[in-house]
């Protein structure tokens, strides 16, 4: 028999509203002994007194909803209890709940994987539930909603249902060559081949768009020691994230902060002072992990100190390119009205009063647009849907140039099951628990 699971379906901690979720064949008999009524029409809202089934003690009165199988989030019975927050009301829920019999506290993601197993969801709408709990920014919430509502998983079972069309045409050669059939029947396959091979194509040239809006643009401060590049990340952080000193040296590691740039999420790091000559071997390695830094960032804030005008930091000025924006520092000490550092345009600001902040965050965000702003296109959002799709495509060269159908038709199906694991189609049991156990209980 199917276990019963059961686990807070909301953040743990003191809160206005607590949610405990039940699923599986006992969640009803769980609910009618903690309530001792009738159970409630199914989808009908009825509050109700929870009462320990054992003491009779009163827990809480709670707004509970129950779902018939099919028709819940598992594809299960389901029982949804909406409890007040209070940590003495959800423990005893929860330990009354332990005590029945046939039910179990779910493993994390258990709620999701069960959901999968029914059909409720495919893998790539799974991985969905759990990016849109992630989400801390507009854009990541509207990934992530665009994937659970199924579109990245409509587009992969498209393109294998053409593969399917194509494989029989290929197969129809091979199994009746002797028939009367019309000439050149696996011959219609190869421009579907190579038009999916194309998209697919398309589609992984997306410079990582999707994988970096789950995770957050990374953006770099960069500069000579002193420059004033932890000032300016305090003041874009609005908080006092690194010390500032006017000793050189200070910043001896990598600092990060996670903010918000027009709905777009963005790793920002300080990063130790560039110079030749270091103080000792802890700023040394400082340096070090400050340039690896600045050659893995999506962006780069090169910071010049306006009061050393017209001299610039040599460090800094190598790491100029098109994926930096530059920026003039201290312009409230001196006023250095210069449109351009090193050839290139900057920015002028003053992280100490604040003039220009805007300007260079406007700039930041029009960086970071440019950089996860998608086509309209679904985007692939794991590196597991990116190997998968290399897999699909490298197979599908494979068939168009293979000197018989029979090696043609292998290749072809070797892409169709390329596709079908993204989603959960084919070969996904060594996939549910990496999928799986990174999953909040609840989910």
């Given at each position: 028999m199917i276990p019963t699971i059961f686990a807070l379906a909301t953040a743990p901690g003191r809160a206005g509203v607590a949610v405990v979720r039940v699923s599986g064949p006992a969640s009803g008999d769980a609910l009618a002994a903690l309530t001792g009524k009738p159970l409630p029409k199914p989808r009908m809202a009825t509050l109700v007194r929870l009462r320990d089934p054992k003491t009779g003690e009163a827990l809480d009165d709670a707004l509970v909803l129950r779902f018939a199988a099919p028709r819940s989030f598992t594809g299960e019975?389901?029982?949804?209890?909406?409890?007040?927050?209070?940590?003495?009301?959800?423990?005893?829920?929860?330990?009354a709940l332990s005590a029945l019999p046939d039910l179990r506290v779910a493993e994390p993601g258990e709620f999701t994987r069960r959901a999968f197993e029914n059909g409720k969801l495919d893998l790539t709408e799974a991985e969905?539930?759990?990016?849109?709990?992630?989400?801390?920014?507009?854009?990541?919430?509207?990934?992530?909603?665009?994937?659970?509502?199924?579109?990245?998983?409509?587009?992969?079972?498209?393109?294998?249902?053409?593969?399917?069309?194509?494989?029989a045409h290929i197969e129809a050669d091979i199994d009746f060559s002797d028939e009367d059939l019309p000439s050149g029947v696996s011959d219609a396959a190869r421009p579907v081949l190579d038009a999916l091979a194309a998209e697919i194509d398309d589609h992984l040239d997306d410079r990582g768009r999707g994988e970096r809006l789950r995770e957050?643009?990374?953006?770099?401060?960069?500069?000579a020691p002193n420059?004033?590049?932890?000032?300016?990340?305090?003041?874009?952080?609005?908080?006092?994230?690194?010390?500032?000193?006017?000793?050189?040296g200070t910043t001896r590691d990598v600092i990060e902060v996670h903010l918000d740039l027009g709905g777009y999420p963005v790793v920002l790091a300080d990063t130790a002072g560039l110079r030749e000559a270091a103080a000792d071997?802890?700023?040394?390695?400082?340096?070090?992990?400050a340039l690896d830094r600045a050659a893995r960032a999506d962006v780069k804030v090169?910071?010049?100190?306006?009061?050393?005008?017209?001299?610039?930091?040599?460090?800094?000025v190598a790491l100029l390119d098109k994926d930096t924006v530059v920026v003039l520092n201290k312009t409230d000490v001196v006023d250095a009205a210069v449109p351009t550092v090193g050839g290139w345009e900057a920015v002028a600001v003053s992280a100490r009063t604040g003039a220009g902040l805007p300007e260079l965050e406007r700039r930041l965000t029009a960086f970071?647009?440019?950089?996860?702003a998608g086509s309209g296109a679904p985007a692939l959002t794991r590196a597991r849907h990116r190997s998968a799709l290399e897999e699909c495509r490298d197979a599908l060269r494979r068939a168009l140039t293979a000197p018989l159908p029979e090696l043609m038709a292998e290749d072809v199906r070797l892409a169709s099951r390329a596709l079908g694991r993204i989603t959960g189609r084919v070969d996904v049991e060594d996939l549910l628990d990496v999928i799986f156990r990174d999953f909040c209980i609840g989910k």
């Open positions: 019975d389901v029982v949804e209890l909406y409890l007040h927050g209070g940590r003495a009301v959800v423990a005893g829920v929860v330990e969905a539930v759990a990016d849109l709990v992630d989400a801390e920014t507009s854009a990541q919430r509207r990934q992530a909603l665009r994937q659970m509502e199924g579109a990245l998983g409509k587009l992969y079972d498209g393109w294998r249902e053409r593969l399917t069309r194509s494989l957050g643009l990374h953006i770099a401060i960069v500069g420059a004033g590049k932890s000032s300016l990340l305090n003041a874009l952080a609005r908080r006092e994230a690194a010390i500032v000193s006017a000793r050189a071997e802890v700023e040394e390695e400082g340096i070090r992990r090169a910071v010049f100190d306006a009061t050393a005008l017209p001299a610039l930091d040599p460090a800094t970071t647009a440019d950089r996860l």
